[in-house]
């Protein structure tokens, strides 16, 4: 079983950075460019692109070369499930006027929301 856990532990360490889930963001609806990555999330290009190459290992993005842009997007749908799951967690312990809950509230679809 040790070497379960530690797959999974690998597993969710892909979801433990700030940046990671800005550029799943960026990418949850439609692939994007690494620029247009680059752009939504707010990160130099280098950044950007060593958590992509993370994601990409972990098998989290795929990617597709067309010319000189390389194109990423969500090659593992349950990393998004995931991460909604716990955004629907987090929205139900939060006070309704906090800041907090208001942007959360925009990543979860309303059938996934949970009164509260």
Known sequence: MKEVFEAVASYFSVLSEPMRLRI???ICKQEQSVSQIVKEAGA???NISRHLGIMHRAGVV??????NLVYYRISNPAMMEICRAVCVEIISRIDENKPLKKGLMWLVPPAGRKAG
Do not use: E, M, N, P
Request: aromatic share 0%.
């Open 62 to 67: 795929s990617k597709r070369k067309d010319g």
């Open 44 to 46: 130099t290009q280098t």
């Open 24 to 26: 799943l963001h960026a």
